[in-house]
């Protein structure tokens, strides 16, 4: 941020964001009566419901995760904590558990958002180009009712990536989980952290950096694993471009690397090696879809993020290229033989996004060489972009209200059952 101008225009359109994103809980919470009540989640209520149990787990003074909605024995573990802090914060500052969810779906909503503003600075020297990349990676979804158009009978097999699959959205992250806004405002930063280290080589930074990871390690053990591979990819393509192979460079990545072995060997001993946790892990299947979802489900980024990242190596650009090894590695481990591949799209939407419209931008320069006129329109041609690519949030965003607004059952209490 280079001004209060700048922090003002980003304040006002991240706050339209998290208003926009809210929607669905206002409706759902003006549709209740004095019988029927809101649950707090219109979206993946079972997994609101695990996360609110982890609240109050924590409000009560517990430290360690256990699975409360099982009778079975084990042992609790300190694994995946944000929401068991999150309800030490409740109790700290006086609020149920459930405001205090919300209330943090808006505080690391905004950092989220934040965090991504700051590496479009980083990376865009130009302003507009900056500004249209945060609004592209915050808002921009899918092609999913096209989809849903031209193949009628998709619901019966499943429905597009952009109405579910929550973790590779920004605005469908920020707006159902503020551990996934958390994480992406650590992912965001360290990356903004790392390519200014290969420019500045401060060891601050890699401090930061190596404290970031370890912060997501607890709240996300696997997320920081593209990005491990995107800052090693950048490192290798800067020995290249320059011909010169930088020793402090590599002893960076060795320390970073070392640095997360410990939490890493500790969360795969527990989800891997105990009785208990091991079939919580063999059970928590989130396979990715086959690849024709997520052709439709990214359809608005694609044409545009291959040629930037094709746009990135012929111009020795370490930038877009490490963006480009985020995506791949991104990819890469959506289909190895894991249980959780999709886990590693959390936040794929920010490198789609960013070389979208570094290949976009690419392409306006060039054709205006033949159509000066066209850069007069090229603010215009930035607002439909975004516009066209974030319908499915926009549709889902004021469908889910009108949903809403019928008082589903899996959304709504009875009031006589509602804990105090």
Same mark, same amino acid.
Request: aromatic share 16%; hydrophobic share 55%.
């Given at each position: 941020?280079?001004?209060i101008?700048?922090?003002?225009?980003?304040?006002?359109i991240?706050?339209?964001?998290l208003?926009f994103s809210?929607?669905?809980?206002?409706?759902a919470?003006?549709a209740?009566?004095?019988?029927?009540?809101?649950?707090?989640?219109?979206?993946?209520?079972?997994?609101?419901?695990?996360?609110?149990s982890?609240?109050?787990?924590g409000?009560?003074?517990?430290?360690?995760?256990?699975?409360?909605?099982?009778?079975?024995?084990?042992?609790?573990?300190?694994?995946?904590?944000?929401?068991?802090?999150?309800g030490?914060?409740s109790?700290?500052?006086?609020?149920? $558990?459930?405001?205090?969810?919300?209330a943090a779906?808006?505080?690391?909503?905004?950092?989220?958002?934040?965090?991504?503003?700051?590496?479009?600075?980083? $990376?865009?020297?130009k302003?507009?180009?900056?500004?249209?990349?945060?609004?592209?990676?915050?808002?921009?979804g899918?092609?999913?009712?096209?989809?849903?158009?031209?193949?009628?009978?998709?619901?019966?097999?499943?429905?597009?990536i952009?109405?579910?699959?929550?973790?590779?959205?920004?605005?469908?992250?920020?707006?159902?989980?503020?551990?996934?806004?958390?994480?992406?405002?650590?992912?965001?930063?360290?990356?903004?952290?790392y390519?200014n280290?290969?420019?500045e080589?401060?060891?601050?930074m890699?401090?930061?950096i190596?404290?970031?990871a370890?912060i997501?390690q607890i709240i996300? #053990?696997?997320?920081?694993?593209?990005?491990?591979i995107?800052c090693?990819g950048?490192t290798?393509?800067?020995w290249w471009?320059?011909?010169?192979?930088?020793?402090?460079?590599?002893?960076?990545?060795?320390?970073?690397?070392?640095?997360?072995? #410990?939490?890493?060997?500790?969360?795969?001993l527990i989800?891997?090696?105990?009785?208990?946790w091991?079939?919580?892990?063999l059970?928590?299947?989130?396979?990715?879809?086959? #690849?024709?979802?997520?052709?439709?489900?990214?359809?608005?980024?694609?044409?545009l993020?291959?040629y930037?990242?094709?746009?990135?190596?012929?111009?020795?650009?370490?930038?877009m290229t490490?963006?480009?090894?985020?995506?791949?590695s991104?990819?890469?481990?959506?289909?190895?033989?894991?249980?959780?591949?999709?886990?590693?799209?959390?936040?794929?939407t920010?490198?789609?996004?960013?070389?979208?419209?570094?290949?976009?931008?690419h392409?306006?320069?060039?054709?205006?060489?033949?159509?000066?006129?066209?850069?007069?329109?090229e603010?215009?041609?930035?607002?439909?972009?975004?516009?066209?690519?974030?319908?499915?949030?926009?549709?889902?965003?004021?469908?889910?209200s009108?949903y809403?607004?019928?008082? #589903?059952?899996?959304?709504?209490?009875r009031?006589?059952?509602?804990?105090?």
């Amino acid at each position: 941020m280079t001004s209060i101008k700048d922090f003002l225009w980003f304040s006002i359109i991240a706050i339209g964001i998290l208003a926009f994103s809210s929607i669905p809980y206002w409706a759902a919470h003006s549709a209740e009566t004095d019988d029927l009540l809101f649950r707090g989640a219109y979206f993946d209520e079972m997994d609101y419901a695990v996360h609110i149990s982890m609240m109050q787990a924590g409000r009560m003074g517990d430290w360690a995760y256990e699975m409360r909605f099982t009778s079975e024995k084990h042992q609790p573990v300190f694994l995946r904590m944000f929401y068991i802090i999150l309800g030490h914060i409740s109790k700290w500052v006086n609020l149920n $558990v459930e405001t205090t969810y919300h209330a943090a779906r808006w505080i690391f909503g905004f950092m989220a958002l934040f965090s991504i503003y700051q590496l479009c600075l980083n $990376v865009f020297p130009k302003r507009i180009l900056a500004r249209t990349a945060f609004l592209l990676c915050s808002i921009g979804g899918g092609a999913g009712l096209a989809q849903l158009l031209f193949n009628s009978n998709l619901l019966n097999a499943g429905s597009p990536i952009d109405f579910w699959l929550i973790d590779a959205y920004i605005f469908f992250s920020i707006s159902v989980f503020p551990s996934f806004s958390f994480t992406l405002a650590l992912m965001a930063t360290a990356l903004n952290l790392y390519l200014n280290y290969l420019v500045e080589g401060k060891w601050i930074m890699l401090f930061l950096i190596i404290m970031l990871a370890i912060i997501s390690q607890i709240i996300n #053990p696997i997320a920081f694993a593209v990005l491990d591979i995107a800052c090693a990819g950048a490192t290798v393509f800067l020995w290249w471009k320059n011909r010169e192979f930088q020793k402090k460079q590599l002893v960076a990545l060795v320390i970073m690397a070392l640095a997360q072995i #410990p939490l890493l060997v500790h969360n795969f001993l527990i989800l891997n090696r105990d009785p208990f946790w091991s079939q919580f892990t063999l059970q928590n299947q989130t396979l990715s879809p086959h #690849p024709v979802y997520y052709a439709w489900g990214f359809a608005p980024f694609w044409l545009l993020a291959i040629y930037g990242m094709i746009l990135a190596i012929r111009e020795n650009n370490v930038n877009m290229t490490a963006l480009s090894i985020w995506i791949i590695s991104g990819f890469m481990f959506a289909y190895l033989p894991l249980p959780i591949q999709r886990r590693f799209l959390l936040g794929i939407t920010i490198p789609l996004g960013l070389l979208a419209i570094y290949a976009l931008n690419h392409f306006l320069t060039e054709l205006s060489t033949k159509l000066p006129a066209l850069l007069k329109r090229e603010q215009l041609i930035y607002f439909f972009y975004i516009l066209i690519s974030s319908i499915s949030f926009i549709s889902l965003s004021l469908g889910s209200s009108l949903y809403m607004l019928s008082r #589903p059952v899996d959304n709504f209490i009875r009031a006589t059952l509602r804990m105090p």
